[in-house]
């Protein structure tokens, strides 16, 4: 690869549907050409913190995230240079030890509710999307993921929601969508939207 890669952003709320998003992007264009970095990995280590610590902590907030390594990551895949990726355990709230190797590719995707707050990170994107979701569906998604995937149970979700997850998505998640290039409404199920999103790829691809 000759090039900088095109480095796109998806942001919205937790349970918007950024994901299945993200999916139809990757299917739309092709793996092969596509890295893809999630904010979520870059949530800072705990470990120095006792698990009880660490389950009363904010993670939705901005200072939750190592995001400047995050920006510098991307600033050396640009560059055309290989990158170790963090690794996430959701369920101890730690950074693992091991990483992921990460190489340049036509494309960076990269996701996360919070990744147009900082002006320095969202200067790289090249194409933001955000997703835009109502709020009581994206709670029954977070409820099914966060039990499913993440160890989490019923009643903690919810006290996670109304303490943290709602007041910070009002806070910075909603108001940065002022600053994307293109707001997807009902996430995955606007096969329109995708469509002139992925044709809008394609196009700069070609450039």
């Known amino acids: 690869m000759t090039d900088p890669p095109l480095i796109i952003g998806v942001a919205g ?12 992007i990757v299917q ?11 904010h979520d990995s870059y949530y800072r280590d705990l470990s120095h913190l006792t698990l009880t610590e660490r389950q009363k902590q904010n993670f939705d907030h901005p200072s ?9 990551h991307l600033d050396a895949l640009k560059n055309g240079y290989k990158v170790e990726l963090p690794v996430y355990d959701f369920a101890a709230h730690t950074r693992s030890e091991k990483t992921f190797t990460a190489t340049p590719r036509e494309i ?13 990170l969202r200067k790289l994107m090249d194409i933001k999307l955000f997703v835009d979701t109502d709020d009581d569906v994206r709670l029954l998604r977070r409820l099914k993921r966060d039990i499913n995937e993440r160890g989490r149970d019923f009643d903690g979700v919810l ?3 109304e303490k943290f997850v709602r007041p910070m998505h009002l806070e910075f998640v909603e108001p ?3 600053y994307a290039d293109i707001i997807i409404p009902r996430g995955g199920e606007n096969e329109v939207a995708l469509r002139m999103v992925i044709a809008l790829i394609n196009e700069r691809l070609k450039v």
């Open 13 to 24: 709320g937790s349970g918007s549907g950024k994901t299945t998003v993200v999916n139809k």
């Open 159 to 161: 006290k996670q929601n």
């Open 176 to 178: 940065s969508k002022r």
């Open 28 to 38: 739309g264009i092709g793996k092969d050409n596509i890295l893809l970095i999630e």
């Open 108 to 120: 960076v995707l990269i996701d996360g509710i919070l990744i147009f707050v900082e002006p320095k």
């Open 64 to 72: 939750a995230l190592e995001t400047e390594l995050m920006i510098r």
